[in-house]
């Protein structure tokens, strides 16, 4: 979806939006993409729909036993996007089951493009979901609203700066946000730790909402 300020929210790929695996991994290297839970209901073959409008760029489908180069994707598709701000815009989606498009075909945002599978290199189902700006690829989350949970607290989802997309509907400013400054001291070490704890928590800091000073700097 493009908003009138030509920014991008991408639709979820799955009905299910639990993260197994973010941007890096929880040994912290690096994976460029999320792992999206697909076992659910006793299956692990799920619809998989199209993040935004594109044109269908690339296909692939496994040949049932490797697990390096491109074949490591399994069956996969690769969707074109209108560019942001004038760089090019892709998704990928991989492990799949089933293709439901074909290479040159329009798609449109949420439509039914193929299923959740086990295919490729893969420990687990699960989908493997790609965002490509300018040939990198960026952190999903990034393009992505905030309505996700992960599968464990290891799982990566931000960096400091980094936040979720919002729809226009979700415009209205958190709680959080509506608060001028709370100023709370002195407190002995402890309770700061306590408090900085809280914050970091709830990613107050991270969204730049907490701020410790020294006694000398509070004047
Ligand atoms: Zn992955």
Redesign the pocket.
């Given at each position: 979806m493009r908003l009138n300020n030509g920014d991008v929210v991408l639709c979820w790929p799955l009905a299910l939006h639990v993260l197994t695996?973010g941007y890096f991994y929880s040994d912290g290297s690096r994976?460029e993409?999320?792992?999206l839970r697909t076992n659910q209901g006793g299956s692990v073959v799920k619809p998989v729909y199209a993040a935004e409008d594109g044109t269908v760029e690339e296909t692939q489908t496994w040949d049932g036993h490797t697990k390096t180069g491109m074949q490591s994707y399994g069956t996969m598709i690769r969707i074109r996007h209108g560019d942001y701000r004038g760089v090019t815009l892709q998704t990928r989606y991989?492990h799949l089951s089933r293709l439901c498009v074909s290479k040159g075909q329009t798609v449109k945002e949420g439509q039914l493009i193929g299923y959740t599978g086990e295919t490729g290199n893969i420990s687990g189902a699960?989908l493997?979901f790609e965002v490509i700006l300018g040939g990198n690829r960026r952190n999903p989350l990034v393009w992505l609203d905030d309505d996700f949970t992960t599968a464990n607290t290891g799982v990566y989802t931000y960096q400091p700066g980094e936040y979720a997309a919002s729809r226009p509907a979700q415009t209205a400013a958190p709680a959080a946000a509506r608060l001028q400054t709370i100023t709370i001291g002195p407190v002995s070490q402890g309770d700061a730790d306590a408090i900085l704890a809280l914050c970091k928590e709830r990613s107050l800091d991270q969204l730049g909402l907490y701020r410790s000073v020294w006694a000398e700097e509070v004047g």
């Open positions: 695996a994976h993409a999320i792992d991989a699960h493997h």
